[in-house]
């Protein structure tokens, strides 16, 4: 089993390129599951098609430990095992502890050992690296840290700040960085700026997605690149990055 966890600030398209990497490693065969670990709790959204599924942390709030193992999931585009974590209600409570909480009972649960994925993508929100937010870091989740950025510097910012993170929990036994990967917004020397930064924390750009109104179409559908436009040039560029983070992810 591999486990990768996705990194980005919010509105890079973060979740977008999970899920998409998630439909096309589904397509070829692999068990995958995946892990919204947003407050906002609509990581999953595009496999699964139901609008909304219950999150775990609503899931903890109503009947406390008293949880069903496939009340917290829903099975999405070609087996894909979606679950969202949650978050606190408005004003209550902080999201970073709900994630722990969610991936405690989980863990809890033995949902990895029911499911057996061969992938699990873990989708963080990437504003703030502390508490919870650093938990799919910690050792026992993911192997591989992947950071989604773009050119623009509050992007690039957000990046490099998850990257310092990554580098200060290493001593810890905790995931490792896997690279960067370039969801390009079409700013000035947006390449050279996204080199730069893996450059800076000694690290590769693992694949660049372009700037494509083929992604727009899909979320209207409510489906993935992979799923809706599977013959689309867009949809090739998330196989090929898909294939290239799994390849790194396996590597020491």
Request: aromatic share 6%; with cysteine; hydrophobic share 40%.
């Amino acid at each position: 089993m591999i486990k990768i966890a996705v990194y980005g600030k919010g509105g890079i398209g973060k979740s977008t390129t999970v899920s998409n990497m998630s439909a096309a490693l589904a397509d070829q065969g692999l068990k995958v599951m995946q892990i919204g670990c947003d407050p906002k709790a609509d990581s999953t959204v595009s496999l699964h098609g139901r609008g909304t599924i219950p999150t775990v942390l609503d899931l903890i709030r109503k009947k406390k430990h008293d949880i069903l193992l496939e009340e917290m999931t829903a099975v999405g585009y070609h087996g894909v095992v979606c679950v969202e974590a949650g978050g606190p209600l408005p004003g209550m409570g902080c999201a970073g502890r709900g994630i722990i909480a969610a991936l405690e009972m989980l863990g809890a649960k033995g949902a990895y050992d029911v499911y057996r994925p061969d992938v699990v993508f873990y989708d963080v929100l990437g504003d703030v690296v502390c508490g919870g937010f650093s938990m799919p870091m910690r050792s026992g989740y993911a192997d591989k840290v992947f950071i989604v950025t773009s050119g623009e510097n509050m992007a690039l910012h957000a990046a490099a700040n998850i990257a310092v993170a990554v580098e200060n929990f290493k001593n810890r036994g905790y995931a490792q960085l896997g690279g960067l990967i370039l969801n390009r917004r079409n700013v000035r020397q947006e390449d050279e700026k996204v080199q730069e930064l893996a450059q800076d924390i000694h690290t590769s750009v693992v694949g660049v997605l372009n700037r494509s109104a083929t992604v727009t179409d899909a979320e209207e559908t409510g489906k993935t690149v992979i799923e809706a436009f599977p013959d689309s040039a867009m949809a090739g560029e998330y196989r090929r990055l898909a294939n290239a983070v799994y390849e790194a992810a396996q590597k020491g």
